[in-house]
């Protein structure tokens, strides 16, 4: 597919968006795919968004005054019919250079597109994204800004990590929240209210459970997001383990990360339950992301190089079979229950193991 980066078509713009999205996020396009219209390209299209922003503060080789300038712009321009399309030139502009070869940096180079289908949608979802979207980019030019003034990331405490994933994720759990309600006449009153009291933590488990996944690469990119008092307490240091990955200490600063990720994951069940049953696509929206990250924070715990080169990932057969199992519990919370309880037990009894 070769997408029209200029004078596209609101089709083309929309077709563009799910053709990139499983190239950026396989897990997360699995459960657009399964939301309902207007949600199912709203929500992707805000995805992409968020995936742009996240890109420009990631992308280190890159001058970091520009980067951080270009942040902050994004608040006061995405929004207005008038300026987005220059907003979107400028990062087009940014990652022209060749030596960017990533599908993340491809998806900045069409920015047009992509804001091109968000003008398209209705005016109240797009001010449902607006506020969360506001709040991630100018927090990520915070990020930039450390890194400019040469401090870079390294996080010192539990405190810290949550700080940071509150701009690049607990902003989303918000995001959805009010997307879904906006949809969904079911999802208010209550059921709205207890989602709103778990939308943060939704986020931040999940993003959590990406930062596990991909330890190293974050490092190589000159970032720490594993917090410093982690290592402090396993007596080693992130260099250490680096140069020796299969260090048994290792284990137990993942699991001092783990167990407080999976309290979050916790609060995401809760959230992920609030939905209606009658919301049977949004409950899987939820659901699916949820055990798979359970399920990843096993993987992390059961191997001895969570700091060597290689990404964790669960395999294809294991994402089949998880989603076989939650498709057919969905609409019964004590069903869904049960799934997450024999994940989390696991991880669980290998938290323990891990400090013995």
């Known amino acids: 597919m070769q997408p029209q980066s200029l004078n596209s078509s609101t089709g083309e713009a929309i077709a563009y968006c ?10 997360f396009a699995m459960g657009i795919e399964l939301l309902k219209d207007p949600l199912r390209d709203e929500i992707g299209v805000a ?9 420009i503060e990631d992308t280190t080789t890159l001058d970091s005054t520009e980067r951080s300038a270009l942040l902050r712009r994004w608040p006061e321009r995405f929004m207005e019919a008038a300026r987005w399309p220059a907003l979107a030139g400028e990062v087009e502009a940014m990652f022209s250079r060749k030596d960017l070869t990533g599908q993340d940096h491809d998806l900045c180079r069409h920015c047009r597109l992509v804001l091109h289908a968000f003008h398209s949608f209705r005016p109240q979802a797009r001010e449902a994204q607006r506020e ?15 890194e400019r003034r040469g401090e870079g990331l390294k996080l010192e405490s539990m405190e810290d990590l949550q700080q940071y994933c509150y701009y690049v994720a607990g902003t989303v759990g918000k995001l959805l929240t009010n997307e879904f309600t906006l949809d969904r006449p079911a999802i208010g009153g209550p059921a709205r209210q207890r989602m ?17 996944k991909g330890v190293t690469d974050d490092i190589e990119r000159g970032v720490a997001y594993v917090p410093r008092s982690l290592f402090k307490r396993a007596g080693i240091d992130l260099q250490s383990l680096l140069d020796h990955p299969d260090d048994p200490r290792g284990r137990e600063v993942v699991a001092g990360l783990v167990e407080t990720t999976l309290l979050w994951l916790d609060d995401a069940l809760e959230y992920t339950l609030a939905v209606p049953a009658s919301e049977r696509d949004i409950r899987l929206f939820c659901a699916l992301p949820l055990v798979f990250a359970v399920r990843t924070l096993g993987l992390a715990l059961k191997t001895t190089h969570v700091f060597s080169e290689s ?4 395999t294809r057969e294991e994402v089949r079979v998880i989603h076989a199992k939650v498709d057919a519990a969905i609409a019964h919370d004590a069903a869904v229950r049960a799934i997450y309880a024999h994940e989390r037990a696991e991880v669980a009894d290998l938290i323990r193991a891990s400090r013995r």
């Open 18 to 27: 799910r053709f990139v999205l499983p190239a950026v996020s396989r897990t």
């Open 47 to 55: 995805y992409l968004i968020c995936r742009v922003l996240d890109t």
């Open 132 to 146: 969360s979207i506001v709040e991630m980019a100018l927090g990520m030019a915070q990020t930039v800004d450390r």
């Open 196 to 212: 709103a009291r778990y939308a943060v933590t939704f986020g931040l488990g999940l993003q959590v459970t990406n930062i596990i």
């Open 311 to 314: 990404v964790l990932k669960i």
